[in-house]
């Protein structure tokens, strides 16, 4: 299975794919659909097709499923863009400097932008410029009617301690995310304050980008984000297209990854880029000069239980949806049972507004959102007995600590 998604990734000639799909019983044949429509992979997937004249080996319900996935995600690029060449323009105004990042930087290194879709625009700003940008984006009348300002200079602090970017959604229903830093704040790595962050305001390019100047990241901090993000922000989680991302920036520049490694000196960041360079080079992805590199730098390199758990977090199928599935990780997880129960009955007056995004925040209103919240919180025990069966069929699926404990080992 994992064999016949490499070889899409990796573009190769189709022998594997067409010895080996024929081969799958209907449930392997299920779970590599899924894999591919979970990680956004259809144009890759086509085109692969395609070019090795093997469309006749895929099934027409799921050969469908893949061209609609695409021209969806094709039409919501086109719509991305569009907002970009337009937001841009108005932070430029204001006198902001934007950092893009993710997807509007990596689409440069496709040929051919339909390969490389985009889910949402991600931005960067410093911590003293997150306020205006949020506010600039609601008095600029772009934004859907139903997004209310829940953030001001009362909460803004506090919110960046917590979180580490302000969702807002436009009018025609594209998702912004305003990063105040690069790495995320969650329980897999303990980051108090982001050590790369900083360096991306000096170090970035200006680019063209469909008619207006805009600026992304360095290669190198460009890399250094995709693998970041990769193991720190996401646990792997649908991201196999971050395989085929590394394969094009490594086909298209000459990358030294000693350089890369070297950048950033903070341990549990090095920790992270290994692990992340470790998965790709198991699963074909070259890296030039990778066991020379893994030599020199061999302490923050993974051992083999914490190299097993990132791969099959990657190769895990998310399709069947469990109701409350992380609630339980969290209670049925010994390190974090109590915060959880603390959070299932007390959460933060704070977490409310972030959650529910209330603006003049009543008592009354306070008081409503608890209701909600804790209706949501009692309703995901309906979840429980569906996420025992699936933790029962899918032992080879680990909630276990060995990531996490790894990056943050002393």
Known sequence: MRNLILEIINEGYGSCFKKNLPKLKPK???YFEDMILENKLSAIFLDFLYRNKIIDLVNKPFFERCIFQKNRFQMHSLEIIKEVRLINGVFESKGLTPIYLKGIAMQREYEDIALRPLVDIDI???????LKAYEILHKSNLLAADQERYIDKNNIDHFCKNSH?????TKNNISIE?????TSINDRIKLVNCPISSDFFIDFRTVNYYGSNINIPSIENMIIHQLCHFSINTDFKNLLRTLTDIKRVANNHDIEWHE?????KNTKIRRSLCLSLDLM?????FIKDFYEVRDRFQEFFPNQEVLNAAQVKLFHSYNEKIIGEAFFVRFFNRDSFIDAFKTFV???KETLIYRFKINNPTNYKLFKMYMRYFYEQVFKIAGLPSFLI???KNKNVKYNNSIQNWLNKD
Do not use: W
């Open 390 to 392: 699936f933790r029962f």
């Open 260 to 264: 890369i490694l070297f950048k950033y």
């Open 346 to 348: 007390f959460p933060k």
């Open 165 to 169: 970017h302000i969702e807002v959604k």
């Open 28 to 30: 392997e044949r299920d």
């Open 281 to 285: 080079h198991l699963n074909k992805i």
């Open 124 to 130: 960067l700003f410093k911590k003293s410029e997150l």
């Open 178 to 182: 305003l990063h105040h830093r690069v």
